[in-house]
């Protein structure tokens, strides 16, 4: 009798066994019920618990035992990465799972355009929500000591492009990537440079550059007014150009550059001060780093804008045609 009882029970546990696999199988195969796409955002530090209750509370039919069964499974309630996904209507159990541990994070865009400087670098990050605050925009110090750079400021040392990053990466991270990119874009132009350009090092390239691409928006005069910098370099004349005083002004710059402030000295004020400025003034494109390491050939000296509404300049190899150009350029204009 004893036995008949120990050979049901074993029966009646081989059938419940049996059923609960076929149960478990049919749920995992099966696509969970969504009628619409799913953003769910893991958050660093969650639990796997926590997950599964993020998933219910956005109505995503998962079955919570089976699902963290499967999970055990496959030796991942550990793996799940922070980031926002997406669910797409149709997934399984495990696929979900896998997005997880093995997919791609929602990602979201930052742009730095060219010929931006530090400061609106970080007033754009600060009012992007995504993004996690770690900077003071002022202590520039301790930016360079996380960036890993020995220079002063991180002023022209980040590329200027668009970055993906995942939701609540951190500033740091953003900058990183972009000052990495730099360096490699910098090194790539110092390796194959022109000779005997008046530069001493790829630092004082970037910071030329950045002159270059402050001076004008239009691709073809870069090589132009690049020349016009090197010639003038070489003889020790002095560089004179706009864009560093109002980057040395700062906050005194109100849109309308006065003639005494081009008389006040400041690091910056390259009609006063001889030689490139201490740090770039903006993020300079690749093409304006090329452009100070490959500058066109001529004889200009001197260069002034059309007033066209289209960028251009005039250039000039004296100073009586330049002072003729702007007469009929800027002063009659």
């Known amino acids: 009798m ?3 009882i120990v ?3 074993l029966l009646v546990f081989c059938v419940s066994a049996i059923a609960l696999w076929a149960e478990y199988c049919r749920v995992v195969s099966s696509s969970v019920v969504l009628e619409h796409p799913r953003i769910i955002d893991i958050s660093k530090g969650d639990s796997f618990n ?4 993020k998933l219910l509370k956005q109505n995503v039919n998962i079955r919570p035992l089976w699902f963290k069964l499967l999970a055990y499974e496959k030796q991942i309630t550990n793996k799940l990465k922070a980031g926002e996904y997406e669910l797409k209507v149709g997934l399984t159990m495990p696929e979900i799972l896998i997005l997880f541990v093995k997919g791609t994070p929602r990602q979201y865009a930052i ?3 060219e010929g931006w400087n530090f400061k609106q670098i970080i007033d754009r990050i600060q009012r992007n929500p995504h993004l996690e605050k770690t900077l003071s925009r002022d202590d520039f110090p301790a930016i360079m000591l996380q960036l890993g750079s020995q220079h002063p400021s991180p002023e022209g040392l980040l590329f200027p492009d668009t970055y993906f990053f995942d939701k609540n990466a951190s500033d740091l991270s953003v900058l990183k990537t972009a ?3 730099m360096q490699r874009v910098l090194k790539t132009e ?3 440079r022109e000779k005997n350009i008046p530069l001493r090092n790829a630092y004082e390239a970037l910071i030329l550059a950045s002159i270059v691409e402050k001076e004008t928006g239009v691709a073809e005069e870069r090589g132009q007014i ?3 910098f090197t010639r003038r370099l070489r003889k020790r004349m002095l560089l004179q150009t706009d864009p560093t005083v109002i980057y040395g002004m700062g906050a005194r ?3 309308n550059l006065r003639y005494r402030d081009l008389r006040r000295p400041t690091p910056y004020n390259t009609y006063v001060v001889r030689g490139l400025p201490p740090t770039p003034i903006a993020m300079p494109s690749q093409a304006a780093i090329n452009a100070v390491l490959h500058p066109e050939k001529g004889k200009s000296l001197y260069f002034v804008a059309k007033g066209n509404g289209q960028g251009t300049h005039v250039f000039s190899a004296t100073l009586k045609e330049h002072n003729n150009a702007v007469n009929k350029y800027q002063r009659k204009r």
């Open 2 to 4: 004893r036995v008949k």
């Open 7 to 9: 050979v049901v029970l």
């Open 50 to 53: 926590q997950i599964t209750r």
């Open 111 to 113: 742009t730095f355009p």
């Open 179 to 181: 000052y990495t990119k």
């Open 190 to 192: 110092w390796d194959t």
């Open 226 to 228: 690049a020349g016009v």
């Open 253 to 255: 710059y109100q849109g």
